[in-house]
Nanobody, 111 residues
C-alpha cells in the first residue's frame, strides 16, 4: 500500500510563507487526485485544495490567491506553497490520495 509523508511545516510569522511537501512511496500522483486538507485546533478538517491528474487545481475560497498546489510526478511529490499566511491558517495539514492519508504536518502562524 502506498504511503504518504508530509513535511515542511513549522512556525512562521504572519505574512510569511511555507512550502509543504507530500511524498508518496509509489507513483500515484500522475494518475490520481491529490487533496490537501487542514484541521485547526477545535475545528473540523477542511479541504484546502486539490490537484487533479491533469494538473488542474482547485482551492477553497479562503486560500485562493495565496496557496498554490503543484506536483512533480517524477519525484512522486505534491507541494502546497502557502504565501501571506495568517494566524487563521494555523492547523495540521494533511495530504490524501486514493484513500490514503499522511500523518500531517503542523503549521503555526504566530508573531
Amino acid at each position: 500500500q502506498v504511503q504518504l509523508v508530509e513535511s515542511g511545516g513549522g512556525l512562521v510569522q504572519p505574512g510569511g510563507s511555507l512550502r509543504l511537501s507530500c511524498a508518496a512511496s509509489g507513483s500515484i500522483f500522475s494518475t490520481n487526485l491529490v487533496n490537501w486538507y487542514r484541521q485547526a485546533p477545535g475545528k473540523e478538517r477542511e479541504l484546502v485544495g486539490s490537484i487533479f491528474s491533469t494538473g488542474y487545481t482547485y482551492y477553497t475560497d479562503s486560500v485562493k490567491g495565496r496557496f498554490t498546489i503543484s506536483k512533480n510526478n517524477a519525484k512522486n511529490t505534491v507541494y502546497l506553497q502557502m504565501n501571506n499566511l495568517t494566524p487563521e491558517d494555523t492547523a495540521v495539514y494533511y495530504c490524501s490520495a486514493r484513500g490514503t492519508w499522511g500523518q500531517g504536518t503542523l503549521v503555526t502562524v504566530s508573531s
